[in-house]
């Protein structure tokens, strides 16, 4: 079946066009052997080889979906015009024809078969955007093409007797067929193929034989039997052709085709009209004829032209609002949004920058088709509820700003309105509800400041809303976009601060409770910034962790300690210095290499180093953070579990973890006096950190009264106010000093 298919189509082309030639090459012999007879036996022969290839087309039609009416309708007219032809051949067998004759009659009635069929054929479905530009291309390549003619061809025969009506018809004709060979060759330019190519060039000969034959009849010749000839193979080649054809695919570059086709209209034109310009300079007589084709070219140019700048508007027009637009909802974008801002005029007003809550979770419960839907409702929400004066933009995936010129307080009310709405905005979302759809608000004014800031201040509000519960408004200007915006100086700031190695280190003396004397110390970062002030490492311990610069941060704490090292030995020989390690620190596979390699510069012994980690660097059960620990504690780095007690406490770490100390929260020592249960909690551990062996570092103890009960628990080391606070390395011996003064005066136990 397949093969059937795949072979019939070329022996039918074979047999169509053999059967052209044949009709040819027999016209051109039987015409050359009886020139009394060619008339009859030429328009008898293409008549003959035009009904075959017109019944080919009849019967071969139903094959291909959608050329099927444009193959009967060519089929048809080749029918009637060969039926015409036969007729001729009859009449000239009997006498010499008058023009017109019956049979020309016959060949009139094919032409509106023959002018749809074409159409159809060309799919006039793919044309319908361009069909202004189509017609005026094709009208001003046949006046163009009339004109060379005219100036070429006809104007010598048809004007000797005059300029007649009558005369003209046959340049009219010829007028016509140059047009739908204007109008196929720009029509299937865009998807030319093999059929297509065929078709039109056997119409173009058709076309020509055509023109040849009207001369010749106009100038009084007899009829010419070569014209025939032609005829024998130009039908076979436009049925063939027609077989062939296929629906065109739909080009998705339909720009770069609409350039193609008026480029090809340009210079067909242009070289048409050069050769009319040359043959009007051989023979610069000018006609009615010549003067008319030539205004109808300027002016179909003209239209052309004109037409062409509209579109060329119309599309700069769609493209600008395009470029403006979210294609989703219609808004308009980030691009807009800007451009608003330049042209406003309103001296005040509020920037609302607005986030769905929840958004994520209707896209991935409910498919991302239900999220475009609930981003459309919300569109919508905000343009019903936005007085005219208003604005609002998408400008990122369920984020939107709305621009609200004026004094304070509208803003407020329109932001607390649209919370309200926005809730119900998920009643017409199928399945949104269940997923729980709300809003958050950020706003900022602008007045004195700029509106650009505004936008950027909103969306730190809206941040600032979400963080503090969602389905909130909050203000630029209120308490929780004020630590926000607190949180992003800090960060910005201690990034230069950590760049800059503005940071100081303090120590806070680590002592044993038995002898009162100094063992260690602890080294404590500190920061003095410019302008935000002293900030603790509470807040910027976590800053740093967040932007990125904790590794550098911790790194040079570690440096400075080990440097100090040889200072604090003076005060207390032989302590050792405790440094804070923080998780992200440790998830780095170079840190223990860091740590050792540092200490190699330094050249301070391992055993004098501390590294502090709190337990929460190995909730995670990441094996990566306990290997670079146990690199460190093969080589002789001392590791102590920091504020143990006021986490997860999983006693399951502690036999793990290579650990030799454990540091008790400050937070359970505070209410050791007060709170039996923070006692008996403490009491535990202290017994567990004995049993395993650990040393136990108790923190945060302010008063002798918790000294002594943390005494009484058996705990080894203290380390709190009540000694001293953590101080410059400057003041470490004096602090030394004051503490075995009075309490262990000579009793300096360094080991
Ligand atoms: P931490 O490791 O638990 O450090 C002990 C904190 O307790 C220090 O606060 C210290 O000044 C404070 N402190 C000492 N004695 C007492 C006392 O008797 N009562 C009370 N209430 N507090 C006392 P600081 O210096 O503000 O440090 C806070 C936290 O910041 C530290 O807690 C530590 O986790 C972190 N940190 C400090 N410096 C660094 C550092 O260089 N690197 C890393 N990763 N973290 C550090
Ligand atoms: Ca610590
Ligand atoms: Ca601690």
Known sequence: MRAGTATAPSVRGAALVSAGVVGAVVVTVIARAHPGGAVAVAAAFSGIVAVLTGAVLVCGAGRVEGMRLASVFLGVAMVCWGVGQLVLGGEAAVHEPTFPTAGDLLATVSAPFGVTGLLLALRPRSLRSHWARMTLDSLLLSSSAGLLLWRLVYRSVLLHGGLRAAALLPLAIVLIEVTLVAVLLLGWLRELDRGRLLALVGFAIYAAADGYTLRAVAAGHPWPWAAAALWCVAWP??????????????????????????????????????????????????????????????????????????????MLRSLTHQALRDPLTALGNRRALSRRLDDLVAAEGAVLTLDLDGFKAVNDLLGHARGDDLLVAVARCLDRALDPDCAAFRVGGDEFVVVVPGPAGRDRHLAHALLGQLRTVADSVPGALAVGVSASIGIARWGEGAVADAVVESGVALHAAKESGRDRVENYDGPVAAEHRRSLDVERRLRAAVRAGDLDVHYQPVLRLASGSVVGFEALARWVDPLLGRVTPDEFIPAAERCGVIADLGFQVL?????????????????????????????????????????????????????????????????????????????????????????????????????????????????????????????????????????????????????????????????????????????????????????????????
């Open 559 to 751: 440096r400075r300690a080990l440097l100090d090292l040889p200072t604090l030995d003076r005060s207390a020989p032989g302590a050792h210095v405790a440094v804070n390690v923080s998780p992200v620190q440790l998830r780095s596979t170079s840190f223990a290499a860091d740590v050792l390699q540092l200490l190699a510069q330094t050249g301070v012994e391992p055993e004098r180093l501390i590294v502090e980690v709190t337990e929460s660097a190995f909730v995670g059960e990441d094996a990566g953070e306990l290997h670079q620990l146990q690199q460190l504690r093969a080589r002789g780095v001392w590791v102590a579990i920091d504020d143990f007690g006021s986490g997860y406490s999983a006693l399951a770490y502690l036999s793990r973890l290579p650990a030799s100390t454990l540091k008790l929260d400050q937070g359970l020592t505070a209410h050791l006096t007060t709170d039996p249960r923070a006692l008996a909690v403490m009491r535990s551990i202290i017994d567990l950190g004995l049993a395993l062996p650990l040393e136990v570092v108790v923190e945060g103890v302010e008063t002798p009264e918790v000294r002594d009960v943390v005494r009484s628990l058996g705990a080894g080391y203290v380390q709190g106010w009540l000694y001293s606070p953590a101080v410059p390395i400057e003041q470490v011996a004096e602090v030394v000093r004051a503490l075995s003064g009075p309490v262990t005066a000579g009793r300096v136990d360094g080991s």
């Open 237 to 314: 080649l436009v049925g063939e052709g027609v077989l062939r054809l296929r629906p065109a695919e739909q080009r998705s570059d339909g720009h770069a085709e609409e350039t193609r086709v008026t480029l090809t209209t340009t210079v067909v034109t242009l070289t048409v009209l050069v050769g009319a310009v040359a043959a009007f300079a051989a023979d610069p007589y000018t006609d009615g004829v010549t003067i008319t084709l030539a205004i109808a070219i300027i002016t179909v140019f003209g239209v052309r032209e004109g037409h062409a700048g509209v579109q060329r508007g119309r």
